[in-house]
């Protein structure tokens, strides 16, 4: 059982990579097949490192402890601002048996503006960039980036789709297309850190040790995006060895937790506005779904179309097939709504609907923010930092999404050969 689970990894790896080379725009110029092979050899041990050696995944598990200190100390916040909607004492008897309820926008939603302050301080103080330029050495020495990719792919790491772009401004008139694509994929590939917080404190009771978990997704996730984007949009290796530095400035630490706070609030803002959004979009399109005869004794969902639409996807990445129309339907959620909707479904899953490999092989997959909305922001940052640019970054944005989404499919099937045992 174990070996065919392993051969479904394998088979969607490579279907992965065949469908990228197939989409590419010069099907000839595609790195060689060294370069391929070493770029998921690297995506393979990344995995293996941080979660098979103890003394790596025991200081990743660090940031979970961390987390859970800035969780507990945003709800002092969040207490005072909100009261008992904010996490304070409730004022009232509850029902035998019934837990203190969970209110999104007051309790969890504060640890993006909180995360944001303290990543906009580590920023100004030179922790992050120190973090950064470690990363994007990393990318440039293993994989051949240029300066300016790894720069980027460092930096998506910490900073939203929004804030990415923002570090590499002075750079965007002058990179190559295939360098402004593989940004831009990368950016869809993985999540900020302040929206990891988000989603792992949604999946604390679900996924143990989550925070860890999206870490190693977002970094098994850059070797796996320059992949995919190389063959997609095909460009020579570290054509530009140009040494880019972040063009990101705070003029001092209150400026950088109050901006930081500034940019969290907007974040905010806008997460509720999307779930807001999806949740109503989801339940118009069920209502007219609603109209048409029922399957298999049940109404017809979007949910469950994008659960049949998916579940071959899901089964070629290492999900068993009896488990595949869930993470179907939570994959379909997370590429057309929003990964935020997707890990809630999941949050609220009953128990035993995923066996633990298979609940890896889904959070890795999810792990991403390779949505519809994502590419409305990522174009319309990009083109108001180069005007110049703005139809090349509009023709490439929908192609990043089937990028970004293909990225984090392939992590989910990276994670899972490595967890098969």
């Known amino acids: ?83 008992y909607t904010g996490g304070a004492p409730i004022p009232f008897l509850l029902k035998p048996g019934e837990e203190p309820p969970v209110i999104i926008a007051f309790q969890i939603l504060p640890l993006i503006i909180v995360f944001s302050a303290i990543s906009a301080l580590l920023w100004h103080w030179g922790v992050l960039r120190a973090v950064v330029r470690g990363l994007s050495w990393a990318l440039q020495r293993t994989l051949g980036v240029s300066g300016v990719v790894g720069l980027g792919g460092g930096a998506t790491i910490f900073l939203g789709v929004v804030e990415s772009p923002l570090v590499l401004r002075a750079w965007f008139g002058r990179m190559s297309r295939s360098d402004l694509f593989m940004i831009m994929v990368l950016i869809m590939a993985t999540i900020s850190g302040a929206i990891l917080v988000l989603y792992a404190t949604t999946l604390s009771k679900t996924v143990p040790n989550a925070v860890g978990h999206m870490i190693v997704a977002s970094l098994i996730s850059l070797p796996a995006g320059v992949l995919v984007a190389r063959l997609m949009v095909p460009g020579e290796a570290g054509g530009d060895r140009e040494q880019a530095e972040p063009d990101l ?33 989801v339940s118009l399109v069920d209502q007219v779904l609603a109209l048409l005869p029922m399957i298999e004794g049940a109404p017809l969902t979007l949910r469950r179309m994008l659960g049949w639409l998916m579940s071959p996807v899901m ?34 899953l009953p128990a035993g609907t995923f066996d633990p490999r298979s ?27 180069s005007p110049e640019r703005r139809g090349e970054v509009a023709g490439l944005g929908m192609k990043s999404w089937l990028a970004g989404n293909m990225v984090s499919l392939m992590t989910g099937a990276v994670i899972g050969l490595v967890t098969w045992s």
């Open 1 to 83: 059982m174990a070996a065919m689970q392993n051969l479904q990894g394998l088979i969607g790896i490579a279907a992965l990579i065949f469908l990228a080379w197939a989409l590419s725009e010069d099907r000839k110029a595609r790195p060689g097949w060294r370069w391929i092979g070493g770029a998921l050899l690297l995506q393979v041990a990344i995995a293996l490192v941080v979660t098979r050696v103890p003394f790596v995944w025991t200081l990743v598990g660090y940031a979970n402890q961390a987390v859970s200190a800035i969780e507990a100390a945003t709800l002092v916040g969040s207490s005072y601002m909100f009261g």
């Open 249 to 281: 400035h705070y003029e001092s630490s209150m400026d950088a937790v109050i901006r930081g706070a500034m940019e969290g609030m907007t974040l905010v803002l806008a997460v509720i506005a999307i779930i807001v959004t999806a949740f109503a979009l």
């Open 315 to 348: 089964w070629s990445i290492g999900v068993p097939w009896d488990q595949a129309p869930a993470a179907g339907s939570l994959m379909g959620t997370k590429a057309v709504l929003n990964e935020y909707v997707a890990y809630l479904d999941l949050a609220a």
């Open 359 to 385: 609940l890896l092989i889904v959070t890795y997959a999810l792990c991403g923010v390779a949505n519809l909305a994502s590419v409305g922001l990522i174009v319309s940052t990009i083109s108001t930092l």
